[in-house]
């Protein structure tokens, strides 16, 4: 099993919807979590952290669930420019444990 | 947030040659760098964790004795990658962290070996 595994996608979605993105995670004693956006042939960019209570930054929203070991991001209004890939981040005692990626692609 | 450098950001080598990857913290001092390698279509895998002043960690599977680490100051890191062949053509980032849970990430450096 995948230390950390999301949906494969690609998810192509109209511009101003919403869209869900899931993530697992294998390690209970994992401490901290992460969305990252990264676009094509550029390094990953922080996007939000992601805490138990949830977190929302505008159109952005992040749920962490231990119990369940799943985290999930939660996009509304699609813009063209939100369009990348979305990688689902467990920090395993100081070392960053990415998931394969999500692909989103936002159209007219 | 802090600034990462990588240099070259893209690099293109012969076979059997060496080549080095430069990863700069610009406005903080880097305790620990992070060394990981993404392939087309992949995630990124850490390779090695370096601590400045100290050996590196590699991860399982990531060969020690190809793929060189110094760390000598508290701002660089060095990768190099030794005898590359086809089959280590990749896209490398460096990350730096000041603090265990906050991780700053270099634009990358993308190596072609022919």
């Known amino acids: 099993r995948k230390e950390v595994e999301q949906d494969p996608g690609p998810f192509n979605v109209p511009e101003g919807a919403t869209v869900a993105f899931n993530c697992t995670y294998s390690n209970s004693a994992s401490q901290s979590f992460f969305w990252y956006r990264q676009d094509c042939r550029k390094e990953p960019k922080l996007l939000m952290s992601v805490y138990s209570s949830g977190n929302e930054d505008g159109r952005f929203t992040a749920q962490l669930n231990r119990a369940s070991q799943y985290i999930s991001l939660l996009i509304r209004d699609s813009k063209l420019s939100d369009s990348a890939t979305y990688l689902c981040v467990v920090n395993d005692r100081g070392k960053l444990i990415f998931g394969q990626g999500t692909e989103l692609s936002v159209k007219p | 947030g802090a600034v990462v450098s990588q240099h070259p950001s893209r690099v293109i080598c012969k076979s059997g040659t060496s080549v080095k990857i430069e990863c700069r913290s610009l406005?903080?001092?880097?305790?620990?760098m992070f060394w990981y390698r993404q392939f087309p279509k992949q995630s990124l895998m850490l390779m090695a964790t370096s601590n400045e002043g100290s050996k590196a960690t590699y991860e399982q599977g990531v060969e020690k004795d190809k793929f060189l680490i110094n760390h000598a100051s508290l701002t660089l890191s060095t990768l190099t990658v030794t005898s590359a062949h086809p089959e280590d053509s990749s896209f490398y980032i460096c990350?730096?962290?000041?603090?265990?849970?906050?991780?700053?990430f270099g634009p990358g450096t993308r190596l072609t070996v022919t």
């Open positions: 406005d903080f001092q880097a305790t620990t």
């Open positions: 990350s730096a962290s000041d603090r265990v849970y906050e991780q700053y």
